[in-house]
């Protein structure tokens, strides 16, 4: 069974701290590493995919990279407008679905 | 352009009655994929559509159910609801080519009481 796995579940940063986010996953044929970013009370927002180990993809101030076992989404001098949940999921080959992390929480302080 | 519409937003039913929520794609979008959020679990798959064919499912109770019809809107049905079943549901749509990016609607929040 796909397994995601985020950490920390909870980061609390200053305005212009940077700091990266965790996620493990073990995904059989791994099709895809996706990550989202979700606000409360709205639904996920497509931020990046990632296919393939080395990978790496940038928006703003964030970065996500992939190696075969881990991605990494890093949030360079984050405003308090970054603050979200940013979940991370992966997909497997042939398979529609997406299997979610639980998410980190970033709170960024002014 | 039109995002990803969710009706009804928020619902509120008893144990053992049944509900069925309506999740309107992107415009040219045809497939369409159903998540369950909770704080427990987190997002949990559903079930995918595609022309009108269910081409994944998830590991839910038969008691969930879905449909897509002809004009890739999507429904989803949960029939003798239990309290376990609040939460929040979430639509998700994608082009053909690119079904890798996919597009969550704002959600329908379910209270079962």
């Known amino acids: 069974e796909d397994q995601v796995t985020q950490s920390p579940e909870a980061l609390r940063l200053q305005e212009g701290e940077s700091s990266s986010l965790n996620c493990s996953y073990t995904v059989s044929g791994l099709r895809g590493l996706f990550w989202y970013r979700q606000d409360p009370g709205k639904g996920p927002e497509f931020l990046f995919t990632l296919y393939s180990a080395g990978e790496e993809k940038e928006k703003e101030r964030l970065k996500a990279t992939l190696t075969k076992k881990e991605s990494f989404l890093h949030i360079t001098a984050p405003k308090p407008e970054d603050s979200a949940t940013y979940l991370c999921?992966?997909?497997?080959?042939?398979?529609?679905?997406?299997?979610f992390g639980a998410g980190t929480t970033v709170t960024v302080r002014a | 352009k039109a995002g990803v519409t969710q009706t009804p937003r928020y619902l509120i039913k008893t144990r053992g009655q049944q509900v069925t929520l309506s999740c309107s794609p992107i415009s040219g979008h045809r497939s369409v994929s159903w998540y369950q959020q909770t704080p427990g679990q987190g997002l949990q798959f559903l079930f995918e559509y595609f022309s009108e064919t269910q081409r994944n499912k998830g590991n839910f109770p038969g008691r969930f159910s879905g449909r897509q019809f002809s004009n890739s809107r999507s429904e989803m049905n949960v029939s003798t609801l239990e309290l376990g079943d609040s939460a929040l549901y979430l639509c998700?749509?994608?082009?053909?080519?690119?079904?890798?990016?996919?597009?969550f609607g704002p959600g329908t929040r379910l209270t079962v009481l």
């Open positions: 998700a749509s994608s082009l053909v080519w690119d079904t890798d990016t996919q597009y």
């Open positions: 999921a992966g997909g497997s080959l042939g398979d529609y679905k997406l299997s």
